[in-house]
């Protein structure tokens, strides 16, 4: 653990006003202008022809997830509300390290330059990222996953050896797609395309996916990876993936790994946007599919590599301490 720096008042002003004007000069330049069609932008092309979505993308946001209620079915923030929320977020993405208070003694991911607003974060006029059902929620969770939720009870928890730890806690794999989309430090990607392949590399978790193009057949429902099985297809200028055979704990919002099946949409629809759309169908746990918008957004490379190594550097401390506790037992009862 690293102490949080506590930066004095007028450096976090004068940082947070650099970045909103930044911020505001961005809105100002993207602002929708008449052209005539003749002029509009056309995606560049692959060597194959297909639309280029290579290169490096972010997708953070200070978008929710979920719909606030108080906006009801309105899908889009009026300027006003898109500047305050923005300001919003940059001044709790500084003041903030991922929800801890700023006199608790966490990483500060200001520090090392990996906050939002110091990694290309842009203004999103939608009110949630969820944009179907039209109240932008997740659908009610069918009779079924109530059940199943209701009578699910945690394991107890046991240190007897790595294994009981998990995967993300070993660094192994934080699960798998879709692409997240939050405040939170690595939500970059980076694509590859190839003429039967297209390369996903995402900087959280240091993860790699590779899904074909070539229309093999899917792999047996036996064989689940941990980002599931994807197969991926060209409609026009649209990539279109779909993926099943998920892993149980790395389904998309824990949803049903034996029934969901994810359908991801990436458009490029300028020079600096990919608007990727997903949608997750799993009629054992909510009662219709749901479909969220995520801007992907052009940055600067290179990916960072993901250090996970807490887990790992931990795990001799963790197992130790289980097995003092346990001694700590043993010689009370004696």
């Given at each position: 653990?690293?102490?949080?720096?506590?930066?004095?008042?007028?450096?976090?002003?004068?940082?947070?006003?650099?970045?909103?004007?930044?911020?505001?000069?961005?809105?100002?330049?993207?602002?929708?202008?008449?052209?005539?069609?003749?002029?509009?932008?056309?995606?560049?092309?692959?060597?194959?022809?297909?639309?280029?979505?290579?290169?490096?993308?972010?997708?953070?946001?200070?978008?929710?997830?979920?719909?606030?209620?108080?906006?009801?079915?309105?899908?889009?923030?009026?300027?006003?509300?898109?500047?305050?929320?923005?300001?919003?977020?940059?001044?709790?993405?500084?003041?903030?390290?991922?929800?801890?208070?700023?006199?608790?003694?966490?990483?500060?991911?200001?520090?090392?330059?990996?906050?939002?607003?110091?990694?290309?974060?842009?203004?999103?006029?939608?009110?949630?990222?969820?944009?179907?059902?039209?109240?932008?929620?997740?659908?009610?969770?069918?009779?079924?996953?109530?059940?199943?939720?209701?009578?699910?009870?945690?394991?107890?928890?046991?240190?007897n050896g790595p294994e009981d730890?998990?995967?993300?806690?070993?660094?192994?794999?934080?699960?798998?797609?879709?692409?997240?989309?939050?405040?939170?430090?690595?939500?970059?990607?980076?694509?590859?395309?190839?003429?039967?392949?297209?390369?996903?590399?995402?900087?959280?978790?240091?993860?790699?996916?590779?899904?074909?193009?070539?229309?093999?057949?899917?792999?047996s429902t036996r064989i689940r990876?941990?980002?599931?099985?994807?197969?991926?297809?060209?409609?026009?200028?649209?990539?279109?993936?779909?993926?099943?055979?998920?892993?149980?704990?790395?389904?998309?919002?824990?949803?049903?790994?034996?029934?969901?099946?994810?359908?991801?949409?990436?458009?490029?629809?300028?020079?600096?946007?990919?608007?990727?759309?997903?949608?997750?169908?799993?009629?054992?746990?909510?009662?219709?599919?749901?479909?969220?918008?995520?801007?992907?957004?052009?940055?600067?490379?290179?990916?960072?590599?993901?250090?996970?190594?807490?887990?790992?550097?931990?795990?001799?401390?963790?197992?130790?301490?289980?097995?003092?506790?346990?001694?700590?037992?043993?010689?009370?009862?004696?």
């Open positions: 653990m690293r102490n949080r720096r506590n930066p004095s008042r007028w450096a976090i002003a004068v940082v947070v006003v650099a970045v909103l004007a930044s911020a505001q000069t961005w809105l100002v330049g993207q602002a929708p202008a008449a052209s005539p069609a003749s002029t509009r932008w056309e995606a560049p092309r692959t060597p194959h022809g297909q639309p280029d979505l290579q290169g490096y993308w972010t997708s953070l946001s200070f978008t929710p997830f979920e719909r606030p209620e108080k906006f009801g079915i309105r899908e889009f923030l009026t300027d006003q509300e898109l500047d305050e929320m923005f300001k919003a977020g940059v001044r709790r993405s500084y003041e903030l390290t991922f929800a801890n208070p700023a006199d608790t003694p966490v990483y500060d991911a200001t520090v090392y330059a990996l906050d939002a607003w110091q990694n290309g974060v842009r203004p999103n006029k939608r009110t949630s990222l969820i944009v179907d059902p039209p109240n932008g929620r997740l659908p009610p969770l069918t009779p079924e996953a109530q059940a199943r939720r209701r009578n699910a009870r945690p394991a107890p928890e046991t240190f730890l998990g995967m993300g806690v070993r660094c192994f794999t934080f699960g798998g797609p879709p692409i997240p989309a939050g405040s939170n430090y690595n939500q970059n990607t980076f694509i590859v395309q190839g003429k039967d392949h297209i390369v996903f590399e995402y900087e959280w978790g240091s993860v790699t996916r590779v899904v074909p193009l070539d229309g093999r057949p899917r792999l990876p941990w980002r599931g099985d994807s197969r991926g297809r060209w409609e026009g200028d649209t990539l279109v993936i779909e993926t099943t055979n998920f892993r149980p704990g790395a389904a998309p919002q824990n949803s049903n790994a034996a029934m969901a099946r994810l359908t991801e949409r990436f458009t490029r629809i300028d020079e600096t946007t990919i608007e990727y759309t997903y949608t997750v169908d799993d009629p054992s746990t909510w009662t219709r599919p749901w479909t969220a918008i995520i801007p992907l957004s052009k940055v600067e490379g290179p990916l960072f590599e993901y250090a996970c190594h807490e887990g790992n550097n931990g795990l001799v401390n963790i197992l130790e301490g289980a097995r003092a506790q346990e001694q700590q037992g043993a010689d009370r009862r004696q």
